[in-house]
């Protein structure tokens, strides 16, 4: 009687994987994709199908060659900066990062089989504890080992960074004196990050989406539980928490078993001053991970910034191009017709999209599209007074809005100053470099002819910020 083989339980990477390909690869725009085609020649695929990639990553025996043939077709393609108005289909930029996932996590399970386990041997549910002095390379090695599913993002430097890597505890002066309360309170500010779909660290924007969270209440478990599975079932990656040993006093063992136990969510450390004295094979994995991996990522990531699409009754327009304008109705007569009047030359050739709220129409629910508008938008061009600071809609949705978009990384704000007023009072509008004339004149104190250089350079720079190869066009 032949000996039946045990059933290999896929990794979450894997998984992952096999659920994208399933997703998107009906979408012509990602099976014709010109990667696709070159890597499966590289690879040798007798047949490129969705499948037969999904496979070929799961076992090829020379998964290292994998990455490689995937680093150079990138690279041979001059994937877009992220900037680039073409950039390339997010579903596109989606598998390729599950495909240099899954080959990266059987590199280190080879290095784990290998030769020796890659952490120090640890009782079942104590603290995982990798000597690595690059966190990103300590992600990899955790993810495979615990079986977890990373989301690499690119950073505020440009470097790759998991976006669902939660470091550290919320600080005290949010209150919190309960560990279970405050490490809900950072799952709770991490879902509120993702969910617009951004692909940003969110390290920039933790303290206020914290605060946020402190603002509205911790969810009860069974909630938040809930909402951790909608995520996940939408094809969000499991929150993980990965921070340095001895800096996280208060998330003691019986917090980890509760957050695995409770959410499924795992807790790993990282020892920098371990790595002096670690095994030389930890120097050797780090510099493989990170030559081919920040190559990928950075490549495809910069690619990933606009997925175009068209949109009903709109044929020319991206929602990538929109530029949402905010501005109190005592400007409306007087200030918002130059600025349409301005932008408009670019709406013809399909270069920008300006949106202000004269363009919903009676019978339209107006909150449902300022509310599309502002999910849309790239660029906020914010029209600043003393009526726009003193808006109660403006300070208290629009801009609660705008700021955590851009504080995910996701939009740009640039504010205009109509007319003189106390705008550095605003902790917010202080931190930007507000738009005013050469000699850091409001709008109002300047000449015809000066004012109307000022609009059109203002015109030049959001067409530079959404399109930077269209601008000698203009």
């Known amino acids: 009687m032949a000996t039946r083989k045990k059933a290999v339980t896929p990794s979450r990477f894997q998984q992952a994987l096999q659920e994208a390909i399933e997703r998107t690869w009906s979408d012509p725009t990602v099976a014709q994709h010109a990667f696709f085609a070159r890597w499966a020649a590289g690879a040798k695929l007798p047949k490129l199908s969705g499948e037969a990639i999904y496979q070929h990553c799961l ?60 952490a120090p041997a640890a009782p079942a549910g104590d603290l995982l504890v990798l000597p690595m002095n690059n966190r990103l390379a300590a992600c990899m090695v955790a993810a495979a080992w615990l079986k977890l599913h990373v989301k690499l993002v690119l950073d505020a430097s440009g470097k790759p960074a998991a976006l669902n890597l939660l470091s550290d505890l919320p600080p005290q002066e949010f209150g919190w004196t309960d560990a279970q309360q405050a490490v809900k ?110 190559e990928i990522i950075t490549r495809v990531h910069g690619g990933a910034a606009v997925d175009v699409q068209q949109g009903e009754g709109d044929s020319t327009m991206s929602k990538r191009t929109k530029v949402f304008i905010s501005y109190s109705h005592a400007d409306k007569k007087k200030w918002l017709p130059m600025f349409q009047k301005k932008l408009a030359v670019l709406q013809t050739p399909g270069l920008l999209d300006p949106w202000d709220d004269t363009r919903i129409k009676p019978g339209d629910d107006w909150s449902a599209e300022i509310d599309q508008a502002l ?29 955590e978009k ?9 504010p205009v100053l109509l007319r003189d007023c106390l705008w550095e009072v605003n902790p917010h509008l202080a931190r930007l470099q507000i738009k005013m004339t050469s000699t850091a004149k409001a709008l109002e104190t300047c000449k015809p002819a000066e004012r109307n250089a000022v609009l059109t350079q203002i015109g030049r720079d959001l067409l530079e910020a959404i399109q930077p190869d269209a601008t000698g066009a203009v």
Not at 93 to 101: A, I, K
Not at 408 to 414: A, S, T, V
């Open 59 to 118: 076992t090829c025996p020379r998964p290292n060659r994998a990455l490689i043939g995937i680093a150079d077709v990138v690279a041979e393609l001059n994937w877009p900066a992220a900037r680039t108005i073409t950039g390339v289909h997010s579903r596109v930029v989606e598998l390729v990062e599950l495909m240099t996932m899954v080959l990266c996590e059987r590199r280190i399970q080879q290095d784990i089989e290998d030769k020796q386990p890659l």
């Open 185 to 294: 309170a950072e799952v709770m500010a991490h879902l509120n990050h993702v969910r617009g779909g951004d692909r940003h660290c969110p390290e920039s924007a933790r303290l206020d989406q914290l605060g946020v969270v402190k603002r509205r209440g911790v969810l009860r478990d069974d909630d938040l539980d809930d909402w951790l599975q909608v995520h996940v079932e939408r094809g969000g990656a499991r929150p993980a928490f990965g921070f340095q040993q001895g800096a996280n006093v208060g998330l003691d063992g019986g917090t980890r078993l509760w957050l695995r136990d409770t959410f499924g969510i795992e807790c790993f450390a990282v020892d920098p001053t371990a790595a002096a004295t670690a095994d030389a094979r930890f120097e050797e994995l780090q510099g493989f991970l990170l030559q081919h991996l920040e």
């Open 375 to 403: 999910k849309d938008c790239q660029i906020a061009l914010l029209l600043i007074s003393d009526e726009f600071l003193s808006s109660k809609f403006i300070q208290r949705k629009e801009m609660v809005d705008l700021l």
């Open 406 to 414: 851009h504080q995910g990384g996701g939009l740009r704000l640039y």
